[in-house]
């Protein structure tokens, strides 16, 4: 038996993976295979920049199927708990304050397959998250960064 990595995520993240590659599968596929086709009739397929440029698109359009394949066959979905709710944990939404004077800053902890940080989301796997993990509203702690430690406190959880 192999040891596969789970990919935890939110439902809405599911989602949204099971959409892109639906997306790949029905469209981007067909619209690959069109190009070469196309290509093709170019001629001589040794000098043909036209059809390498669609085989090098069909080739990621493969590979990405092949991993979001993969992620959903390994997809843990993150349940709520709503015992804990002054907990940090998978699929919450937390605040924190960069202490002495920092602003504040908001993340939702998701699976790596799902994170985001522009959108706000950060990984289970980074040191921001494994930091704060666990940790109850009012705890200060150290979070490693690569500019060094800097020290926050939870001020929310949702």
Do not use: W
Not at 72 to 84: H, M, P, Q, T, Y
Not at 119 to 130: F, L
């Amino acid at each position: 038996m192999t040891n596969e990595k789970s990919y935890y995520m939110t439902e809405e993240g599911k989602e949204k993976i099971e959409n892109e590659l639906h997306v790949l599968k029905t469209e981007k596929r067909k619209e690959v295979v069109e190009r070469i086709k196309i290509a093709r009739d170019f001629g001589d397929l040794s000098e043909n920049s036209e059809y390498d440029s669609a085989k090098e698109e069909q080739a990621f359009v493969e590979t990405r199927i092949a991993q979001l394949e993969k992620t959903i066959r390994f997809a843990v979905i993150i349940e709520s708990d709503d015992e804990n709710m002054d907990v940090v944990g998978l699929g919450r939404k937390v605040t924190f304050v960069e202490l002495p004077d920092g602003e504040e800053e908001t993340y939702v902890i998701v699976g790596s397959a799902e994170a985001d940080p522009f959108e706000g989301k950060i990984s289970n796997d980074s040191p921001m998250a494994k930091s704060l993990l666990g940790l109850e509203i009012g705890t200060e702690v150290q979070v490693p960064t690569p500019g060094g430690e800097i020290k926050v406190k939870i001020i929310n959880v949702e």
